[in-house]
């Protein structure tokens, strides 16, 4: 099993950036594809980010493409997510997963997640 944990999340005004991290324990964090979601309340989880085991890989929604960064540091087990130029849209809880298999950008494939981590960015 792999626990999860998000943290650095907050408040942000539109045009800044933030970075969130994503500490794994557990089973080896190296062996898992990660990824990024996010959910509004009351909406579905959408899909923000994905990387593959060894960091070769990375996938994005349309949305934040060119304005976030994903990656992984597999000697702290430790995901990021480096958020630029945000927007008010980009205002949500975010979560990390661990893929059941490889890289995905479907939900149903991630098999473990964290409690999230709150991002607010003000207009």
């Known amino acids: 099993q792999v626990q999860l944990v998000e943290s650095g999340g907050g408040l942000v005004q539109a045009g800044g950036s933030l970075r969130l991290s994503c500490a794994a324990s557990?089973?080896?964090?190296?062996?898992?594809?990660m990824g990024w979601f996010r959910q509004v309340l009351g909406k579905e989880r959408d899909f923000v980010a994905a990387i593959s085991w060894s960091g070769s890989t990375t996938y994005y929604a349309d949305s934040v493409k060119g304005r976030f960064t994903i990656s992984r540091d597999n000697a702290k087990n430790t995901l990021y997510l480096q958020m630029n130029s945000l927007k008010p849209e980009d205002t949500a809880d975010y979560y990390c997963?661990?893929?059941?298999?490889?890289?995905?950008?479907?939900?149903?494939?991630?098999?473990?997640w964290g409690q999230g981590t709150q991002v607010t960015v003000s207009s």
């Open positions: 557990g089973r080896t964090f190296s062996s898992y594809a």
């Open positions: 997963g661990a893929a059941k298999y490889s890289i995905s950008r479907a939900g149903s494939q991630y098999e473990y």
